[in-house]
């Protein structure tokens, strides 16, 4: 059985990265609105480009980092795609929020992950 802390770690972990991908989701598309970050020296970066936000976000929780580095392995990979990489991650842990809500074992739910994967 599952402690209270081990389900309020997963959660925050899940919190972490959709905080993320929501926050670089209004930046996709044609439509997608500009952000304005402010630099550490006063400095102002006006972009709606995935990859430049998510470098210049000051993250310090482990899950919100690796959502950051799966963007830029697709940079890497391919090029482009980070931002759409960034909100599919946050999409598939939302959804798996849901199933854990529901009482699924964590494990059962990445087997499931794996299997669409496998199909996909």
């Known amino acids: 059985s599952e402690t209270q802390k081990t389900k309020d770690v997963r959660s925050s972990n899940i919190l972490a990265a959709k905080a993320v991908a929501d926050a670089i989701r209004t930046s996709l598309g044609p439509r997608g609105m500009d952000k304005m970050i402010t630099k550490a020296k006063g400095g102002v970066l006006i972009t709606n480009d995935g990859a430049t936000i998510l470098e210049k976000m000051e993250l310090h929780h482990p899950c919100a980092r ?12 391919a090029g482009d795609g980070t931002t759409t990489v960034t909100i599919l991650a946050g999409a598939l842990l939302s959804s798996c929020q849901v199933l854990l809500n529901k009482g699924i074992h964590p494990t059962r739910v990445a087997e499931g992950l794996q299997r669409a994967a496998a199909k996909a």
């Open 66 to 77: 690796m959502l950051v580095d799966l963007a830029h392995a697709q940079d890497v990979e």
